[in-house]
């Protein structure tokens, strides 16, 4: 077989123009990385979740003061787990979205900000306000 030389390797080259055949890379964008959540992510949605139903459940009561117990009972309420309701009550008093006081628990310290602390020492013992 003959090598082509001069203007016959010119057209074999434009023959075997392998640009029309191939396909363009450097157009392409890299794969998308796929997001997905971890189990310490996905446990913190569930938290997150169960605290707003609580909140929902607390708001929903209309009270602004009740007993401690009575608040864990209905924590443990947005579980599936009733044992659950301590950790949710602490994690509520923590975030300061209610306020324990002993054995009664402010349900409403947005609002109660308003009036001073004092005025439910009487209430203290769980009594609606």
């Given at each position: 077989?003959q090598?082509?030389?001069?203007?016959?390797?010119?057209?074999?080259?434009?023959?075997?123009?392998?640009?029309?055949?191939?396909?363009r890379?450097?157009?392409?964008?890299?794969?998308?990385?796929?997001?997905?959540?971890?189990?310490?992510?996905?446990?913190?949605?569930?938290?997150?979740?169960?605290i707003?139903?609580?909140?929902?459940?607390?708001?929903?009561?209309?009270?602004?003061?009740?007993?401690?117990?009575?608040?864990?009972?209905?924590c443990?309420?947005?579980?599936?787990?009733?044992?659950l309701?301590?950790?949710?009550?602490?994690?509520?008093?923590?975030?300061?979205?209610?306020?324990?006081l002993?054995d009664?628990?402010?349900?409403?310290?947005?609002?109660?900000?308003?009036?001073p602390?004092?005025?439910?020492?009487?209430?203290?013992?769980?009594?609606?306000?």
């Open positions: 077989m090598m082509p030389v001069g203007e016959s390797l010119i057209e074999k080259l434009r023959e075997i123009d392998g640009s029309k055949d191939r396909i890379l450097d157009g392409l964008s890299p794969p998308e990385r796929e997001t997905s959540l971890t189990v310490a992510d996905t446990k913190k949605l569930l938290r997150a979740a169960q707003e139903i609580v909140k929902s459940k607390l708001r929903e009561t209309g009270r602004s003061w009740m007993p401690y117990k009575e608040f864990v009972s209905v443990g309420e947005a579980s599936s787990d009733p044992d309701g301590s950790k949710i009550a602490k994690m509520l008093d923590d975030s300061a979205n209610v306020i324990v002993g009664s628990v402010c349900i409403r310290p947005d609002q109660e900000n308003q009036k602390l004092c005025f439910y020492q009487s209430s203290i013992g769980g009594s609606q306000v």
